[in-house]
């Protein structure tokens, strides 16, 4: 549309802005206040939800998969937990929903906080090392992701060396996850 200058026209401009309204995020705030009578451009439920190949998979998780370390705290101790996730929009949960049964593990849920997002999380440590990790490492991680899936592994392995309970573990976890995901 911008390469055919449909933008510098109102109606072509709206028409963009209808496309934006209805993927990812959606509008930012600014954009909602700009054009406040936008209406998303229609787009279709996600119905096939047959993963046709571990391949597929691993293409999915490197460009919308999320490895994190991540510490949850209570009152006298740090606990380390191994999250891997991935999010879409809620059209898409069904496809979501999937990689429960595709895994035979992790969980799945509609966001609380964004009722547009839908997540499967696996979070257990034996399901991480035991299911997560020897998938990707068969069927690997594209790009820049696979540096986390590395980053992510080597904290698995700590842990399950019981290393992360030694303050000398506990400090490496830390250095590992301050270079993972956005810090890279």
């Known amino acids: 549309m911008v390469n055919a200058k449909e933008h510098l026209t109102t109606e072509g401009l709206h028409k963009i802005v209808s496309f934006k309204a209805s993927i990812n995020r959606g509008l930012s705030e600014t954009l909602k206040t700009a054009f406040p009578n936008t209406i998303p451009f229609s787009r279709s439920l996600v119905i096939n939800t047959e993963i046709s190949h571990p391949y597929w998979m691993a293409g999915f998780a490197s460009g919308d998969g999320c490895f994190a370390v991540t510490e949850n705290k209570s009152s006298s101790k740090i606990f380390v937990r191994l999250v891997f996730s991935i999010s879409q929009n809620s059209r898409d949960e069904s496809l979501i929903r999937s990689f ?50 590395e980053d992510w592994y080597k904290v698995a392995k700590i842990i399950k060396t019981k290393g992360h309970l030694t303050k000398q573990g506990f400090d490496l976890i830390f250095q590992i996850k301050s270079g993972m995901n956005k810090r890279r």
């Open 100 to 149: 429960v049964d595709f895994f035979d593990c992790g969980t799945s849920y509609l966001s609380s906080l964004n009722q547009t997002m839908v997540s499967f999380q696996s979070y257990k440590f034996a399901d991480n090392y035991e299911k997560i990790i020897p998938f990707f490492s068969k069927y690997k991680i594209r790009g820049i992701k696979s540096k986390d899936f």
